[in-house]
């Protein structure tokens, strides 16, 4: 039994997978052969067996986890020790807890923000060119690179000295007849936090892109060809038509790239692992969870995460209702 | 008359023509900005994996390694040092396929049959329990996590792989059940009465006709949940003990940046061979991606 929960080498690896699968095989075909067994199944009988896994575990691990954890922040270190709201206070005074919450704000407004921007007028510049397909591969690739990948790819562009930033900012010195040394771009705040969060703009501007310019495409061929003979030029059509017309598409782009933003946890794990000023709430919750075992922190930083997440998705919901209506 | 009004339009038509080419050039310049900005950082990191020289690695830009006179530098050596023994790429890889592999296929077929009941069962309370789970989306994964640590530690199955493919699962399921639901309920009602008409259990249903149906769906939910199981940090650090019997690529990767931090050498094919994999699903699968986004299926 060792080989499946403790499997040393590659082979022992893959047989413990296919024995965890075929036992997955095993339970679904139990599912559905008692789901077969009587002549005629009530539907809810059916919609009971057919519910019963996930409802089980999305019970055992969401809804249950989430009560304890939302108890246990008004809990101490190791959650037996009620202390009130403290540890929101804690958060909400401490500087070093504001410079978390200030950050995790340039996160969840510079990314969408930027992402759609960019991810807009790429969007439409490469509408109708030749190199279309090929032009919008490049800006969504970085899409499929983990941001472990993705954080990996800048910190070599911030290399303090062999970094392509590093090169560039010597260069322009040198065109203004200074001769400089590239600073330790990450360890610069307040530098390093916009540097980090243009790496996910880096990574969401490929989603927008590709949303925005599905959108774009249904905008109906007649409208453009009428705005255009009212003689509207490039720039006015932008703003006039093509905007409000895909405005429900925005909405969306910019709320999921918001909540994107507000849980980025891998690049600031990765690039500076919260150092110098450059932490977030998503970093600050695992650090204080699993390196510092401040369970009860760790849980107050969760719930705010929480908290700041309901009224973006709540907004995105209704919206994404509203533009349904709409097709 | 009509003469005249043709000719307006024809100055029209060059008037816009002409707008066109003005703003042509800049419109050019900024897509290739940022086409450049966005596919440079790239290209230098892929570079570097294969420049062999560790002191030219070191001390100059990888552009200068793209001199005829330098070619010769070009090889695999790092890739050969990271999968060697000292630090073992290879054995992080296939624990990268065993979480994934499963991490995908129970979540996928656990929502089909709980999509299956949402769309096509009637049972007493079911609009409320849909939206309870999709409103369960919402929660972030950090706000399970140490409760479920503490479960996973009272079993003894921590730092295991089947912790990680239970919380994949978990994790994934409010957002498969409701895309799946979504794509389950323009099958047409028709299709489905007929063959219970015929005589067809509910097993039948699912299994003959509505699964058939539901492929492209599926291949649109699994890539995204490929994607994001493949490149989780977050999870792997929680729950996987960054051990080599269990860590994922993501998770040593990240080791890696963190104490040996510049050194490139090692890093960028690193990279590289954890991006393989995604990138070639990505690019063969692309059209089903895209639909998966359009659909809504993003994870925040």
């Not at chain 1, 310019?213 to 490039?234: C, F, H, M, Q, Y």
């Amino acid at each position: 039994m060792d080989i499946l929960l403790h499997p040393e080498s590659g082979v022992q690896k893959i047989v413990a997978m296919l024995f965890a699968i075929l036992l997955f095989v095993v339970v679904v075909a139990v599912v559905l052969f008692i789901t077969n067994l009587p002549k005629r199944m009530p539907s809810w009988g059916v919609a009971l067996l057919f519910l019963l896994p996930s409802l089980a575990l999305i019970c055992f691990g969401l809804i249950y986890p989430s009560i304890v954890t939302f108890r246990n922040s008004f809990y101490g270190r190791d959650g037996t020790q009620g202390v009130g709201w403290a540890n929101y206070v804690q958060i909400f005074t401490n500087p070093d807890f504001l410079r978390v919450l200030l950050n995790t704000v340039l996160w969840t407004i510079l990314v969408p923000l930027v992402s759609t921007i960019v991810g807009l007028v790429y969007a439409v510049l490469v509408d109708r060119t030749r190199y279309e397909k090929f032009a919008k591969m490049l800006i969504f690739l970085p899409m499929a690179i983990s941001m472990v990948g993705a954080s990996i790819i800048w910190k070599f562009v911030y290399d303090q000295r062999v970094g392509l930033l590093s090169a560039v900012y010597v260069w322009v010195a040198k065109l203004f007849g200074h001769t400089v040394t590239a600073p330790q771009w990450l360890m610069n705040a307040p530098l390093n936090t916009f540097l980090l969060i243009f790496v996910m703009i880096w990574i969401e501007a490929g989603y927008a892109m590709t949303v925005l310019s599905t959108a774009i495409k249904g905008i109906p061929e007649d409208l453009v060809e009428a705005s255009r003979l009212d003689g509207l030029n490039g720039w006015q059509q932008f703003i006039y038509l093509t905007i409000p017309m895909i405005r429900p598409s925005i909405v969306v782009v910019v709320t999921t790239v918001a909540m994107a933003g507000l849980k980025s946890f891998d690049i600031v794990r990765t690039m500076t692992a919260g150092n110098y000023d450059t932490s977030v709430i998503a970093n600050e919750f695992y650090t204080q969870s699993f390196q510092n075992q401040n369970t009860g922190l760790g849980a107050a930083l969760a719930v705010l995460m929480f908290i700041i997440v309901i009224p973006v998705v709540v907004f995105n919901i209704f919206q994404l209702r509203k533009s349904q209506d709409v097709r | 008359m009509s003469e005249k009004k043709k000719k307006l339009t024809r100055r029209e038509k060059a008037l816009i023509r002409t707008k066109n080419k003005l703003s042509s050039p800049w419109a050019t310049a900024i897509s290739i900005i940022i086409a450049a900005l966005w596919t440079i950082p790239t290209v230098g990191l892929l570079v570097t994996s294969f420049r062999q020289n560790r002191m030219a690695i070191s001390t100059s830009g990888w552009w200068t390694s793209l001199l005829p006179k330098n070619w010769s530098d070009f090889g695999l050596a790092n890739y050969k040092t990271v999968l060697g023994s000292g630090y073992n790429l290879g054995s992080y890889l296939i624990n990268s396929f065993v979480i994934t592999i499963p991490g995908v296929l129970i979540p996928i077929t656990l929502a089909l049959l709980a999509a299956y009941a949402f769309a096509w069962c009637d049972f007493p309370g079911k609009n409320i329990l849909f939206v309870i789970v999709f409103a369960l989306q919402v929660v972030p994964v950090q706000v399970t996590m140490i409760p479920l640590l503490t479960q996973y530690v009272k079993w003894g199955i921590n730092n295991t792989f089947w912790v990680l493919w239970l919380c994949h699962t978990i994790f994934g399921l409010p957002l498969a059940i409701f895309m799946l639901h979504n794509f389950m309920c323009d099958i047409p009602r028709e299709l489905v009465e007929a063959a219970k008409v015929d005589g067809a259990g509910d097993v039948q249903v699912f299994l003959k006709i509505v699964l058939p149906l539901m492929v492209p769906a599926v291949a649109s939910f699994a890539i995204f949940q490929f994607l994001w199981v493949w490149n989780d940090l977050l999870v792997a650090l929680a729950f996987a003990g960054n051990t080599p019997a269990t860590a994922p690529l993501t998770a040593r990767l990240s080791d890696m940046v963190g104490s040996r931090g510049s050194a490139w050498y090692l890093l960028a094919p690193g990279a590289f061979i954890a991006m393989i994999v995604p990138v070639l699903v990505f690019l063969f699968l692309q059209r089903y991606f895209v639909r998966g986004m359009l659909a809504g299926a993003v994870k925040g």
